[in-house]
């Protein structure tokens, strides 16, 4: 069984910062890229931001500069940092990775939850 939770999530005020942070657990022998995802109410899910194994990034073009994704390999672990958030960054923000597990051939894909940021006075 595998897991990605997320955390970090909650309410901020315009202009503020929040790091959310994504641990996969379970029967893992892998982790290729990982990264964030996001969905507003009545909107498709985007992409937020992505890192490679090796840390190369892929990030939306309506948060660049304002957020920051890193990853700790020997935790399982990636974090985002977003920086002057506004109104319309108010989303679910699930994480994601490529996963292969322990007996496994390949990389499979995975998502969390998710966790609600909220921005606004």
């Known amino acids: 069984q595998v897991q990605l939770v997320e955390s970090g999530g909650g309410l901020v005020q315009p202009g503020g910062s929040l790091r959310l942070s994504c641990v996969a657990s379970?029967?893992?022998?892998?982790?290729?890229?990982m990264g964030w995802y996001r969905q507003a109410p009545g909107k498709q899910r985007e992409l937020v931001a992505r890192i490679s194994r090796g840390g190369s990034t892929n990030v939306a073009d309506s948060v660049k500069g304002r957020v920051t994704l890193s990853r700790d390999n020997a935790k399982n672990t990636v974090y985002l940092q977003m920086d002057n958030l506004k109104p319309e960054d108010t989303a679910v923000y699930y994480c994601?990775?490529?996963?292969?597990?322990?007996?496994?051939?390949?990389?499979?894909?995975?998502w969390g939850q998710g966790t609600q940021v909220t921005v606004s006075s």
């Open positions: 379970g029967n893992i022998f892998s982790i290729n890229a």
């Open positions: 994601n990775a490529d996963l292969m597990l322990r007996g496994g051939f390949n990389y499979l894909n995975y």
